[in-house]
């Protein structure tokens, strides 16, 4: 049977629910900066630095009161650990949330500060998810997935309806995919209101499992994946971010990682935004566009900015701001 999308009315009752907690960001226009019509989305300007709040909110805030007194759990490389976190605290809700050994201290030291309990699995997405369905059977607890389950998408894709209603030209909108939450969330959103606009999927080289998987025809696992962008590192796309892609995302790009540091550079010097790696995979492929798309109106969704400065000032030592459209 074929999965069910998420509809209209889905991202609708998800936009209410997240209203008053979720930050609306804003557009930025860095046309002058990047010398073609682009306009930024900035949800490194979350109060958990990253879009995930907006499907965690949702999906908790959507369980029964029984469901919300057991607590939920996670399994997350970072971003969507602390939305859960933030996002249970704010309901009254225990949370426990399982990272990998290779998560960055900024991300498990945030989750923490939000009064998660975290747990340290492996280093794949694969084995901190088997680590969170064994203590949630073992504790009763609720499993919030970081990507494939369709409340989750829900709220994401409320960010593609706050891009249709602030840029009313917009042609194309880039969005970096990791397991594809966002992607399939901003593409339900934006193609079941305006067919004409195409969604770009943006994944690093070493990581593009959402690529393999629609050459496929089908989800496929990566035995290992490499990345600077350590938010975009999943193994396998779930099946209903898959599902949602296929039907909603005009097609999937890669980036170096050269690439996504020089644009980490870019953002920081001529946007005046910290932004870390897998937030700015987007702006990486919008900023190497060379072809007739050059001119089309582009927002490009900045997905997180959860990076310490240390590890940011070490990519713009590396990078500079040497990428096309400077300024």
Known sequence: MAPTLISLSDIERAAERIRGTVVRTPLIDVSRQSGRPLWLK???????????????YNMI????????????????????????AYAARKLGVPAVVVMPLTAPDVKVTGARNFGAEVLMEGTTSIERKVRAEHEAKVRS?????????????????????EILKDCKSVNRVYVPIGGGGLASGLGAAVKQVSPGVKVIGVEPVGAATMTASLDAGRPVTFE???????????????????????????????????????????????????????????VAAALARSDASLD????????????????????????????????
């Open 296 to 327: 089309e109106p582009t927002v490009a969704v900045i997905s997180g900015g959860n990076i310490s400065g240390s590890a940011l000032a070490g990519i713009i030592e590396r990078a500079g701001c040497e990428t096309a459209g400077e300024g």
């Open 61 to 84: 805030s959507s369980l029964t009161a029984d469901s919300r007194k057991k607590g939920v759990i996670t399994y997350s490389s970072g971003n969507h650990g602390q939305a859960v």
């Open 42 to 56: 900035p949800e490194n300007l979350q109060m958990t630095g990253a879009f995930k709040l907006r499907g965690a």
């Open 224 to 282: 290992t994946v490499s990345s600077v962008a350590d938010g975009l590192l999943p193994v396998r796309p779930g099946d209903l971010t898959f599902a949602h892609v296929d039907a909603f995302v005009d097609a999937v790009v890669t980036v170096s990682d050269d690439a996504i540091e020089r644009a980490v550079a870019w953002l920081f010097q001529y946007a005046k935004l910290v932004v870390e790696p897998s937030g700015a995979a987007s």
């Open 141 to 161: 607890l609720v499993v919030v997935p970081p990507f494939d389950h369709p409340d989750i998408i829900a709220g994401q894709a409320t960010v593609g309806s």
